[in-house]
């Protein structure tokens, strides 16, 4: 009998090895679809959709901030007077809005027409999106060297130096959001937009809708205090 269970000895250590590896293997494969996630089946995805809409509302607020302490700035040195001249905006400026209304608008379209599964609609709507917010940068442009050309520079007047300070700031965000953009249309391009679950189209829209309602109380505050 002792030489028998000398023998089987071996023979029960691998079983209880094999249940050992087991049982990690549960528990990551069920993760990996868990709850929140942006319906890829969990590929890639280890956070809920909520923590990434919350990181970016909490980017966004800095954001918020910044522009905020440059309006209010804005509106406190137009009220002091004296050397202020009131600027004549350029009249593109108004071309480069409907422009990044008219992306934000066809961004919507397209990222609807992801989550209804209408993939070759998404792509058209998403890259012509992308495209007038490509034109709106390319507008903004225009509208400093217009003023460069009439003299308008950075340090020609006070009213000068803020629009192109509040321009130049919101034109950044702009980059980043054309940035998103771009990539999504990639993901789109390579027939990747509906494996990610629209999670990025959707984190990209909401970013961009908040730029264009910035630039429109940038727009304002320039048109009412001048």
Request: hydrophobic share 45%.
């Given at each position: 009998m002792a030489a028998l269970e000398?023998?089987?000895?071996?023979?029960a250590a691998p079983a209880r090895l094999s249940?050992?590896?087991?049982?990690?293997?549960?528990p990551a494969g069920g993760s990996d679809g868990g709850g929140d996630g942006d319906g890829d089946g969990g590929k890639g995805q280890h956070l809920p959709?909520?923590?990434?809409?919350?990181?970016?509302w909490l980017a966004l607020a800095g954001s918020f901030m910044i522009f905020a302490a440059l309006a209010s700035s804005y509106?406190?040195?137009?009220?002091l007077g004296g050397d202020w001249q009131a600027l004549h905006l350029p009249p593109i400026l108004w071309f480069n809005t409907l422009a990044l209304l008219g992306s934000s608008a066809l961004v919507e379209w397209a990222r609807r027409g992801l989550a209804a599964g209408r993939l070759d609609a998404f792509r058209m709507?998403?890259?012509?999106g992308t495209t007038l917010g490509l034109m709106f940068l390319g507008g903004q442009g225009v509208a400093w060297w217009e003023l460069h050309r009439a003299g308008m520079t950075l340090s020609a007047n006070i009213s000068a130096s803020f629009f192109y300070v509040l321009t130049v700031a919101h034109a950044l965000h702009v980059l980043v959001g054309?940035?998103?953009?771009?990539?999504?249309?990639?993901?789109a391009l390579?027939?990747?937009?509906e494996a990610k679950g629209g999670l990025a189209a959707d984190l990209s829209a909401l970013y961009w809708h908040v730029?264009?309602?910035v630039w429109l109380c940038v727009l304002g505050l320039m048109l009412v205090w001048r």
């Open positions: 000398i023998r089987e000895a071996p023979a249940e050992g590896a087991g049982g990690p293997s549960g959709r909520r923590t990434y809409f919350t990181a970016l509106i406190v040195r137009r009220g709507r998403w890259l012509s054309v940035g998103a953009l771009l990539y999504v249309a990639a993901l390579k027939g990747r937009a730029l264009d309602g």
